[in-house]
């Protein structure tokens, strides 16, 4: 998919779940789960309002429960796969249906004008694994049935074996055999790069319109990853998200952002960026902004600075947290249970508190700009070099570029102070020449731009 595009990231189970009870470690019972069906057309076409083009749901195939060796957790981690070729009982409303009501989910999501993204974990599987469809033998694991660090709920696979390869690949074909749109595959890093070169060139001769993506750690593996092993993109944790962590934290200048995006090169417009996921910290916890509205700034930069794709973890839209939402666990979000039952009385907003609808539609603001042809498809041009302290701009705590395409123009500003600021920026001659844009009277680089930016935010200024 060419261009800027917002993928959602969302664990079902937590989602739809409307109990309020949360007991950390807490059984099924306890605890209730969203389902499958709790995903409606209307849920799916707020999410569009956000513009979304891909849902990422996150523990759909059948993974370690209550009971099973080594399992963690009420509910047991979506990384623990007990079954590649099953879905989980839990998510459906029959048990019977679980793979007829996860496809109805589908063809729901197509039919809203998005795709379907699910997990793959090749690396390892829950030590109680079996499947009926298609079994692993002893050689498929790892001599010793080892685990890697602390995944004690888990058994590594072994890919010295070519059966271990094959039978990856039938899982990936039955699942686009389903309408699955696309791959989040976990640990990529852990598998060989040329298992990926084989398997996903295999995949996609039959199902070419797939997406992979692969949660990657290690930037001197980026380049093995995209041009031998065929990822289409790659998580921009190590780059963008610590950057503009440490920007939030006050622990780095707005202005080493810059060092970021130059160090990916020819690969930044094919890394994931986002600022929150089931692995990290929510913007409202104390180890990041401290408050939902404090990462606006990022999430500006992150949105707008060039053309990666975008990922936005469910409740992130509302300011949900402060805590890190559990993946071991039953257990349900009070924010996305008040949204979901606005959207059930016809209203998202009817339930939520002033501040929750105040980020909300910021959130939806920023991501219908998304769509802007500049933002979505533009070049972009680093401004910061040209912009040093002043009583005007402070390159700490400003962050300022420009965007692109055909003949739309914005100039770019993020503050990430907790003041609102009017800053005056200085657009150098060389980016007139970059953009093939001629200086005019009112727009020329011997007279520096007026602009204000709101606390903790950014604005999008229409030069041209």
């Not at 969302?10 to 709790?38: C, H, Q, Y």
């Not at 990041?288 to 975008?310: E, H, I, K, Q």
Request: glycine share 8%; with cysteine.
């Amino acid at each position: 998919m060419k261009g800027k595009f917002v993928i959602y990231q969302m664990l079902p189970r937590v989602f739809g779940n409307t109990r309020s009870a949360n007991i950390p470690g807490g059984t099924l019972a306890e605890n209730g789960t969203g389902k499958f069906k709790d995903i409606t057309v209307s849920v799916l076409g707020e999410l569009r309002k956000l513009n979304v083009s891909y849902v990422w749901y996150t523990g759909v195939i059948r993974h370690a429960s209550a009971g099973d060796p080594g399992v963690k957790g009420g509910a047991g981690s979506p990384f623990a796969i007990t079954d590649y070729y099953d879905v989980n009982p839990y998510l459906a409303t029959k048990e019977n249906s679980r793979m007829q009501e996860f496809e109805a989910l589908v063809a729901r999501t197509r039919d809203a004008g998005m795709g379907t993204v699910i997990d793959f974990v090749p690396n390892h599987v829950s030590p109680a694994y079996s499947s009926a469809v298609n079994s692993f033998g002893e050689n498929n694991f790892y001599p010793g049935r080892i685990h890697d660090w602390d995944w004690t709920d888990t058994v590594k696979l072994n890919y010295s074996e070519r059966d271990t390869w094959e039978k990856m690949r039938d899982i990936l074909l039955f699942w686009a055999s389903k309408g699955v749109s696309g791959f989040r595959c976990d640990m990529v890093e852990l598998v060989p790069v040329e298992f990926w070169q084989w398997c996903i060139s295999a995949v996609k001769k039959l199902y070419p319109k797939l997406i992979f993506i692969g949660e990657a750690y290690e930037p001197s593996a980026y380049a093995g990853l995209f041009e031998t092993g065929g990822f289409d993109y790659l998580y921009d944790k190590s780059g963008f998200y610590d950057a503009l962590k440490r920007v939030v934290r006050g622990e780095a200048p707005a202005s080493s952002i810059t060092a970021e995006w130059q160090k990916l090169g020819k690969y930044q417009a094919r890394m994931l960026n986002f600022l929150e996921n089931h692995d990290e910290d929510r913007i409202s916890s104390p180890y990041f902004a401290g408050s939902p509205f404090g990462g606006l700034a990022a999430l500006f930069v992150s949105l707008f600075f060039n053309t990666a794709p975008f990922m936005l973890y469910f409740g992130q839209e509302l300011g949900e947290g402060p805590g890190k939402t559990s993946i071991f666990d039953f257990c349900s979000l009070p924010k996305v249970r008040a949204w979901l039952r606005g959207i059930k009385a016809g209203d998202p907003m009817k339930y939520l508190g002033y501040e929750e609808q105040a980020l909300y539609v910021v959130y939806r603001e920023f991501m219908k700009k998304t769509a802007e042809p500049a933002i979505r498809r533009g070049e972009t041009f680093d401004l910061e070099y040209a912009n040093p302290r002043s009583e005007h701009f402070d390159p700490d705590r400003h962050f300022v570029f420009m965007r692109k395409f055909n003949n739309s123009v914005y100039l770019c500003a993020a503050n990430f102070s907790k003041d609102r600021v009017r800053i005056k920026v200085n657009i150098p001659r060389h980016a007139f020449e970059y953009f093939g844009i001629p200086e005019t009277e009112s727009l020329n680089s011997s007279e520096p731009v007026d602009v204000r930016i709101a606390s903790d935010a950014g604005t999008l200024l229409k030069l041209q």
